[in-house]
């Protein structure tokens, strides 16, 4: 009895045990992935979310995207780009490019050439900046607002890239700025890599991969190519980050203070004209035949002369050409074209822009704006000073005016100045006789007599 006792009661704890001490089995259900399905309407112009991660693992994340299908629709290769501009715009579009490639991709080539496309289909994009380096920094100024997570993570300031890896980066950005083509992203405006999944993914076309990059554009009308219309503004900002990669063609600033809204900040400092308000932007000048593309404005008050760029360009808009000239003092704005040399010695800002020569250049008068750089500044214009002189008529029964005595001492080709009674001899001390001797007569030449 006791032995069968104590087999009934190991029956009954041994299970017991197993059941208090066995580790349970979890079974993982993956993190919630915010969907949006809009299709943003043509009327509306797409909004620029900042780069925000969804919270989930690595794992789930590339499940998540393994999930989502390819596009079907076409993916046309996007036109060739031609960078245009001053000789140090063109310069830092170049830096700025290779670092967003070398930044985003690493020393990887095929990488580096689909990040270098997708950042010039932005340029080329409404919904973004209109320079190569305000598309690469836009948001950077806000430690959560910016687009490429390296211009705000602190990387530029950790690491630099090699002297082999930055030649390699510039060598692509400038081949891509010059019309190279990586065909495979097409029309990308967005990526990101397969082991995170952002907000932004769900609600766009995934048309292709590169490696660990997935490549995204938006869907309906602003994913197609007439949507990339966007006017390159050809006038690329001082980045004080890139100074540190990019010392001849960007000026640093210790402080790196943030802009404020209306275009306030540090000299040099990146101004989005995105930010100048609607209701600063003048009108154009009236013209026969429709609106005009010549602008003249006073600045407005308080506003930094970094802004004055950036004010040119959201003020001439799309138009391929487009002349912006501005005074910071109302009492010498002009009203109306031609300017007089005086008009022009005084202005304190041009633009201008014509894109069928590929041409577009600011200028500052740093007589009254100090710039970072002389390449900046205005040609020195020096006003006419002379008055025209009025023609009289002449009155009736008046005797006719003489004609003025002719200058002292001066010989005119046509006459030889006789010497005058009045003037001293040339032997008088410390005078000069400026008259010429008379030529004497060449003897006439006779011919030799022949030897008998």
């Keep these: 009895m006791a032995l069968l006792g104590l087999v009934t009661l190991a029956a009954i704890a041994l299970p017991l045990w197993l059941v208090t001490h066995t580790p349970r089995a979890v079974v993982h259900k993956p993190a919630p992935v915010k969907i949006s399905h809009r299709v943003v309407p043509k009327t509306e112009l797409p909004e620029v979310e900042p780069v925000e991660l969804q919270v989930v693992t690595p794992d789930d994340a590339r499940a998540w995207n393994a999930s989502i299908p390819f596009s079907t629709l076409p993916n046309p290769a996007a036109r060739p780009f031609n960078i245009y501009g001053a000789e140090d715009s063109r310069a830092r579009a170049v830096d700025c490019l290779a670092a967003a490639v070398y930044y985003e991709a690493g020393d990887d080539a095929v990488g580096e050439r689909a990040v270098a496309q997708v950042i010039i289909n932005r340029a080329r994009h409404p919904a973004f900046p209109k320079t190569i380096c305000g598309v690469v920094f836009q948001g950077s100024e806000r430690s959560t607002g910016c687009q490429f997570t390296f211009t705000c993570d602190g990387a530029m300031l950790r690491y630099t890239p090699t002297a082999t890896a930055w030649e390699r980066a510039r060598y ?11 065909k495979p992203v097409g029309h990308a405006t967005h990526y990101h890599t397969d082991w995170v999944v952002p907000y932004w993914s769900a609600s766009l076309e995934k048309i292709t991969e590169v490696n660990t990059h ?19 503004a050809g006038i690329e900002p001082n980045i004080a980050l890139m100074a540190r990669l990019s010392p001849g063609a960007f000026q640093s600033d210790p402080s790196l203070e943030a802009l404020l809204p209306g275009a306030v900040g540090t000299e040099g400092a990146f101004v989005d004209p995105a930010s100048i308000p609607q209701s600063a932007v003048p009108a154009p000048m009236a013209a026969e035949g429709g609106d005009s593309n010549n602008f003249m404005l006073t600045l407005p008050k308080g506003i930094n002369p970094d802004a004055f760029a950036a004010l040119a360009i959201r003020t001439c808009g799309e138009r391929p050409y487009c002349k912006f000239m501005a005074w910071a003092d109302a009492k010498q704005t002009p009203a109306k074209l031609p300017l007089s040399s005086a008009q022009v010695s005084t202005m304190s800002f041009s633009y201008l822009r014509d894109e069928t020569q590929g041409f577009a250049k600011a200028l500052w008068n740093c007589g009254q704006f100090r710039r970072p750089s002389p390449v900046q500044c205005m040609r020195a214009q020096i006003p ?15 005797a006719p005016l003489a004609a003025p005595a002719p200058l002292a001492g001066v010989r005119r080709k046509t006459e030889v100045a006789a ?18 001797p008379a030529p004497k007569p060449s003897p006439t030449p006779r011919p030799t007599p022949e030897p008998r």
């Design 419 to 436: 010497p005058s009674a009045s003037m001293p001899a040339a032997s008088d001390k410390g005078m000069v006789n400026l008259t010429l």
């Design 172 to 182: 692509i950005a400038r081949t891509a700025l010059t019309g190279a083509v990586y």
């Design 214 to 232: 997935l490549f995204f554009r938006w869907t309906g009308w602003w994913g197609t190519p007439p949507a990339f219309n966007r006017t390159y």
């Design 384 to 398: 006419a000073e002379a008055a025209p002189v009025a023609v009289v008529p002449p009155v009736p029964g008046a």
